[in-house]
């Protein structure tokens, strides 16, 4: 356990102090990141909108981006599923999405990537409003960002 050191017969984590934040560079060495935080340059995000339906697919092909999802109706307690298809999504990445906003209530959806291969994976969006309650029709906005694992 390379980061850890021995006291006796346990292990203890090491405190890393003195930084408030993580800072990375690119291998050429030109520093992309103006705050000197992990994040993506403004070129490596995109946005898409979807087209006709919410279980209609979309083409992003960044790093990290917004989706603006259809206004079609979604009952109460229901998922819809869609494609996202990504030139830059590996097997190893992570995919992390959370529900932005845009038109709709943030508290009334979930979203999660349900699975993937390279190059795509499948979105799942829930309304989670109660049994009975009105369906929704909101242009629901999601963010997303790819973790890179190589």
């Known amino acids: 356990m390379g980061n850890t050191k021995p006291i006796g017969v346990a292990y203890s984590d090491q405190d ?48 990290a981006g917004q989706i603006t999802m259809n206004n079609a109706s979604l009952a109460a307690q229901t998922n819809v599923s869609f494609t996202l298809t990504n030139s830059l999504l590996s097997t190893k990445d992570v995919l992390v999405i959370n529900v932005a906003g845009g038109a709709a209530a943030t508290t009334s959806y979930n979203c999660w990537v349900s699975g993937h291969a390279a190059g795509s994976c499948t979105i799942v969006l829930r309304n989670i409003e109660a049994t009975g309650s009105p369906a929704l029709t909101e242009a629901v906005v999601l963010n997303f960002a790819i973790i890179h694992c190589l």
């Open 16 to 63: 890393i102090s003195g930084a408030d934040t993580i800072s990375a560079t690119l291998i050429s060495g030109v520093d992309i990141y103006a705050t000197d935080e992990i994040g993506y340059a403004a070129a490596a995000q995109g946005t898409v909108t979807q087209l006709t339906s919410k279980s209609t697919g979309v083409t992003l092909n960044n790093s």
